[in-house]
T-cell receptor
């Protein structure tokens, strides 16, 4: 059974810092991995999708990497801003039906 | 462009009452549709998914059911709500064969 873990559970950083969020999964036979952002009381916003054949994806200040063999993904946020404060979730899909298994999230607070 | 709608946004229901939550997607055809629940202190859990009209797969045994009466409409129902049904319900869609999944704004359900 696939299990997804995110470390740390919470993180507080001063504005301008670069930071890394970690995601690990127990079964390396994944179809893809997706990173999301969730603001309090809101739905999920897709940030980056990495296919199983890819090593990384970039969007603006965000860079996500994937190492299937070790069961790890990282989300790198450059030059953090207070507007980046949110919960960040990673999720893996195990097949073509794209059923996602989510981690428990990292709550990020960027202090101005 | 594609949009996804959920309603109601919030709902407070007594134990034993029925439930109907609706999700509709605009701007795409034959999407895969998903219902997730986010309970307090717990991660997001997939409840149902559908790859076409009338085709529903249940991921976990529970007090809820789902239906897909039209191509872009997905309904989550219950005949009698339990306290444990409280949570944040999220609908999502993806293009069949394409990995990225997009989420709606969610419905906050409180069962008293």
């Amino acid at each position: 059974k696939q299990e997804v873990t995110q470390i740390p559970a919470a993180l507080s950083v001063p504005e301008g810092e670069n930071l890394v969020l970690n995601c690990s999964f127990t079964d390396s036979a994944i179809y893809n991995l997706q990173w999301f952002r969730q603001d309090p009381g809101k739905g999920l916003t897709s940030l980056l999708l990495i296919q199983s054949s890819q090593r990384e994806q970039t969007s603006g200040r965000l860079n996500a990497s994937l190492d299937k063999s070790s069961g790890r993904s990282t989300l790198y946020i450059a030059a953090s801003q207070p507007g980046d404060s949110a919960t960040y979730l990673c999720a893996v899909a195990g097949g073509a039906t794209n059923k996602l298994i989510f981690g428990t999230g990292t709550l990020l607070a960027v202090q101005p | 462009s594609q949009t996804i709608h959920q309603w109601p946004a919030t709902l407070v229901q007594p134990v034993g009452s029925p439930l109907s939550l609706e999700c509709t997607v605009e701007g795409t055809s034959n999407p895969n549709l998903y219902w997730y629940r986010q309970a307090a202190g717990r991660g997001l859990q997939l409840l149902f998914y559908s790859v076409g009209i009338g085709q529903i797969s249940s991921e976990v045994p529970q007090n809820l059911s789902a239906s897909r009466p039209q191509d872009r409409q997905f309904i989550l129902s219950s005949k009698k709500l339990l306290l444990s049904d409280s949570g944040f319900y999220l609908c999502a869609w993806s293009i069949a064969g394409v990995a990225e999944q997009f989420f709606g704004p969610g419905t906050r359900l409180t069962v008293l």
